[in-house]
């Protein structure tokens, strides 16, 4: 993100992102069109979730069985050269259509038809590229010699657990649960075949990933990249690498406002000082990674880089490590790291949650800008002013876990809370607003928050039109969860509504010198 000029920008998950002829799942091919249309209303930062590999069952972005791999479910199979010379959809049936799931996102469904349509696009590559030498052959085979240091693991991580029926790496064999060198020769050789299709479809990945952000460059649009704090224990780096991570506890958050009894993640915990015996290869290469597809990294949890929050099997819950001095030292290590391996890739740090105040000035320190959550920027019922926001950080109206803007202002606020907030010199516009949220209560609040001394301002995408759709409800799983979508296309954001969507948003930009 850019910590001297101003900017605005908008959160919006890649699967929400819809087009005329999708498979029920928003697309990389969709990011060029609605980058276009972002730069257009005066927006140059597009903020993601996590892109990265989930299992099959799994709905979350933030549970990825993979800490480099996209996820094939994001691909535009439009434009699979193999799978349109191999007869497309006609090769499929109605495919696409079983895809589809009403308003929300049937994800099994469509891994399911997407992955019928890649094997038929890998079996024609095979046939008549890989098997005779050709240029595309050539090109994949520097793409597997670029990336082999995390996607041999991945590879066979994924051959072998399609081989087991999906059960958790834990669950196989002894001798490749442990990694032996025969077993895993083994597995390498009978699963040849099985581990290309993999490495092909990461390579597919790729080149629509560096044709969508080439775009979305030369548009003026930046995007921004989550990186989750940890992987899930069934991951293909967790399996690869068992000693850098302990299993037996698990990772959570303490209690908090809004969580009384705390969170148990069922994540595994990082073991830093093992990492550094090898200078944290693995942190470096998963940064360098998410450098190579996005322009800015957004640290989730950035407080676990600090301090871990462990829930062991027997015994009480504790920080590691467990002073303040120890915590300090390691967090900015590892944040140096992270920066190192960044390059040019700016990094910001989500904060939010319980986070003590020597963490929040490390980052500033370290010239990592943190996160203003409008809501939560009070203190005894009063608010603090944008306008005070330090300009290294980054101002939003919420998260991709919290209610809409209009929800907000009309359910949870309260009167008592909206008088707080009209007294805000930047909200003066709102006094003496009642509980609905109309088109005038909107722009005012959008009015203050754009006009916030961060160098940044992002809206999530329900907030910049005043919907009322929720992206996730911490603490529940299943439908309607992960499962927002556009209520346009992204074509169709050229039609009427979203021009004038696109002329509001570009001057509110305008008018706060983030254009």
């Keep these: ?41 005066g927006h140059r930062v597009l903020q993601l979730l996590p892109t990265f590999e989930t299992s099959a069952g799994e709905r979350s972005p933030y549970a990825a069985l993979t800490a480099f791999a996209l996820d094939p479910i994001y691909l535009s199979l439009d434009a699979v050269e193999d799978f349109a010379a191999a007869g497309g959809e006609a090769a499929l049936g109605a495919a696409r259509e079983s895809a589809h799931a009403g308003g929300d996102i049937d994800y099994d469904a469509v891994r399911a038809a997407k992955r019928r349509a890649l094997e038929v696009a890998f079996a024609r590559f095979v046939a008549t590229e890989w098997e005779h030498g050709s240029a595309r052959a050539e090109s994949f085979r520097r793409f597997r010699a670029a990336e ?17 029926a999906g059960r958790s790496w834990t669950a196989w064999e002894p001798s490749l649960r442990a990694r032996l060198p025969a077993a895993l020769a083994e597995a390498r050789d009978t699963l040849a075949p099985a581990r290309l299709f993999h490495e092909y479809v990461q390579w597919v990945a790729a080149e629509q990933w560096a044709a969508a952000r080439r775009e979305a460059t030369a548009h003026g649009v930046r995007l921004m990249g989550d990186l989750p704090f940890m992987v899930s224990a069934d991951s293909a780096d967790v399996w690869a690498r068992q000693d850098e991570f302990a299993r037996d506890p698990s990772l959570g958050a303490p209690p ?55 829930i062991p099997s027997a015994g009480p819950r504790h920080f590691v490590p467990a002073e303040e001095a120890e915590q300090l030292a390691l967090g900015e290590r590892l944040l140096g790291v992270v920066r190192a ?97 109309t088109p005038g209560v909107h722009e005012a609040l959008l009015d203050g928050l754009y006009g916030a001394r961060s160098a940044l301002v992002v809206l999530p995408f329900p907030d910049a039109y005043g919907g009322r759709e929720r992206i996730n409800v911490p603490g529940t799983v299943g439908p309607p969860n992960w499962g927002y979508r556009l209520p346009w296309t992204v074509d169709d954001l050229w039609g009427r509504t979203g021009a004038a969507l696109r002329d509001r948003l570009r001057a509110l930009a305008a008018r706060h010198g983030r254009s």
């Design 256 to 310: 908090d406002q809004f969580d009384l009894g705390g969170q148990d993640w069922g994540l595994p915990v990082y073991r830093w000082e093992v990492m550094a015996r090898n200078d944290h290869a693995w942190l470096r290469g998963r940064v360098a990674r998410a450098a190579a597809l996005f322009a800015a990294v957004r640290l989730d949890h950035v407080v676990g880089f600090y301090r871990q929050f462990v």
């Design 1 to 41: 993100m850019p910590t001297a000029e101003r900017a605005a920008g908008i959160l919006c998950p890649l699967f929400a992102l819809g087009g005329r002829r999708d498979w029920g799942v928003g697309e990389i091919g969709h990011l060029p069109t609605f980058c276009r249309w972002l730069a257009d209303a």
């Design 148 to 164: 082999a240091a995390w996607l041999d693991d991945y590879a066979l991580f994924r051959a072998l657990r399609e081989r087991h």
């Design 341 to 437: 391996a960044a390059g040019s890739a700016g990094v910001t740090g989500e904060d939010l949650g319980v986070v003590p105040d020597f963490v929040r000035r490390s980052l500033a320190t370290l010239a990592i800008p943190g996160y203003r959550v409008l809501r939560w920027e009070s203190d005894g019922g009063v608010f603090r002013d944008p306008a005070g926001f330090p300009p290294l950080s980054v101002a939003t109206s919420g998260t991709h876990d919290t209610s809409a803007l209009a929800i907000w202002w009309e359910e949870e606020l309260g009167a008592d809370g909206r008088r707080a907030l009209a007294a805000v010199p930047s909200f003066g516009r709102l006094a003496g607003a009642g509980a609905a949220f």
